[in-house]
C-alpha cells in the first residue's frame, strides 16, 4: 500500500482479554517498529524486525507483550491478558532499509487501546 | 526508557516569529532526527541529521547537532499556524548494529494567528 496501514483504528476491550493489533508497511520496507504513545508522551520502543527476525525486543514491558512478523512483512502485537495500564496508542513504523542505512520512520496513524 | 529529551515542554509564539527546540541526549549516536505530530496524529518525519553534520537545512527548518555537548536545535523560521504541533527528536542508540530509535518527550509548539 501507499503507507503504513494499522489495524484495528480503536480497539475496546475488558481487561483480562487478549488483543492482537496488526500492521501492514509500507511494501518492500525490510525494517519494522512497534512503539507505545501515552497521552502527551513521546513514543516508547517496544521492539522492531528486520526482515522476519526480531532483532531488539528490550521495550517490551512484559511477558504478556509479544510480537512477530512471520514472513518478514504483515506483523502482529499481541498482548494477553490486558490490563488498564495497557491502555494507550500504539504506533507501527517501517523503513526501507537495514543495517547502516539509517533513515526516516513512516509511521501508522496507530491503534488505539482502551482496557476497561 | 527516553533518550532525548526536548526542551522546552511546550511552546507558544506569534506568527511569523521563529521557534527554537533543544534536544539533549545521553549516548553517543549515528544521526538525529527530527518528528512533527499533530493532534495525535501518525509522526511525520522532517530532517536528519549525522553525527558528523553540524548544520542542515531544510526549507523553513534548520537543524544543528553538538556531539560534543550531545545536543541538538531545531529551528522554524517564519512560523506559520500550520506549524502547531508536538515535536520529538529521536536518537539511534548509537551502537553497532542497533537501530532503534529511541524519542524523546517532545515539544508542544503552539502558533498563535
Known amino acids: 500500500g501507499a503507507g503504513v496501514s494499522q489495524s484495528p483504528r480503536y480497539k475496546v476491550t475488558k481487561r483480562g482479554q487478549d488483543v492482537a493489533l496488526r500492521c501492514d508497511p509500507i511494501?518492500?520496507?525490510?525494517?519494522l517498529y512497534w512503539y507505545r504513545q501515552a497521552l502527551g508522551q513521546g513514543p516508547e520502543f517496544l521492539t522492531y524486525f528486520n526482515y522476519e527476525a526480531q532483532q531488539d525486543k528490550s521495550g517490551l514491558p512484559n511477558d504478556r507483550f509479544s510480537a512477530e512478523r512471520p514472513e518478514g512483512s504483515i506483523s502482529t502485537l499481541t498482548i494477553q491478558r490486558t490490563e488498564q495500564r495497557d491502555s494507550a496508542m500504539y504506533r507501527c513504523?517501517?523503513?526501507?532499509?537495514?543495517?547502516?542505512?539509517?533513515?526516516?520512520?513512516?509511521f501508522g496513524e496507530g491503534s488505539r487501546l482502551t482496557v476497561l | 526508557s527516553q533518550q532525548g529529551e526536548e526542551d522546552p515542554q511546550a511552546l507558544s509564539i506569534q506568527e511569523g516569529e521563529n521557534a527554537t527546540m533543544n534536544c539533549s541526549y545521553k549516548t553517543s549516536i549515528n544521526n538525529l532526527q527530527w518528528y512533527r505530530q499533530n493532534s495525535g496524529r501518525g509522526l511525520v518525519h522532517l530532517i536528519l541529521i549525522r553525527s558528523n553534520e553540524r548544520e542542515k537545512h531544510s526549507g523553513r527548518l534548520r537543524v544543528t547537532l553538538d556531539t560534543s555537548k550531545k545536543s541538538s536545535s531545531l529551528l522554524i523560521t517564519a512560523s506559520r499556524a500550520a506549524d502547531t504541533a508536538s515535536y520529538f527528536c529521536a536518537t539511534d542508540a548509537g551502537i553497532q548494529g542497533a537501530q532503534k530509535l529511541v524519542f524523546g518527550q517532545g515539544t508542544r509548539l503552539t502558533i498563535n494567528p
Open positions: 511494501s518492500g520496507h525490510v525494517s
Open positions: 513504523a517501517s523503513r526501507p532499509g537495514d543495517r547502516g542505512s539509517g533513515g526516516e520512520l513512516f
